[in-house]
């Protein structure tokens, strides 16, 4: 196992870790620094390991298989965080954004599945790179913003304000992303004859 594949499987660590710290701010209110650090570091691994693997030619498929999973359980696992925790200032934006996230990532999922299926090979797109990256950004700004402490400091609640424009922007990137992934590769979902 090289760097890069070392560096998703400590990804892949964090995310319980991730979840632990959250949970423990029903005890300590303060334990959100942490949670957010735990994700703030998780987040950067994604891109560490994907320039470290570009780089020096360190590009496995063991790497090529447990990137993506760990990029989805991280986002899933920090789409339940904030949904849980009521983080969002405005009611279901949250429930309604991660759906729409989740549905999306199911939808790409299973039409990747078709392509190797079909022996495609569908590359990542600059859409779902600034979808990727504003969905990091914009949860990050909002895990450091937990309801308890926006109610009491303003700065808290700045953030939260900050977070939740960028988290709507990655929402509308995410549809948008997936209806050109789609649209760009088409001929997978015609039908072969026989």
Known sequence: MNLPTKITVARL????IFILSYCLQSVWKYAFIFTWLIF??????DYVDGHLARKYNLVTNLGKFLD??????????????????????????????S???????LIIGLFRQMAALRNFVLAA???GKIKTASTMFGMSFILFSP??????????KVFSWIGTVIFVFATVMTIVSGLNYILKNKAILAETKE
């Open 13 to 16: 660590v964090l995310i319980p």
């Open 125 to 127: 797109d600059k859409l």
């Open 147 to 156: 309801p308890v402490m926006s109610s009491q400091y303003v700065v808290f």
């Open 40 to 45: 703030m570091v998780a987040s950067l691994t």
């Open 99 to 105: 759906v729409l996230i989740m549905a999306r990532e």
């Open 68 to 97: 993506p999973i760990a990029d989805k359980v991280l986002v899933v696992a920090g789409l339940f965080v904030i949904v849980d925790g009521g983080y969002l200032p405005i009611a279901y934006l949250a429930m309604i954004c």
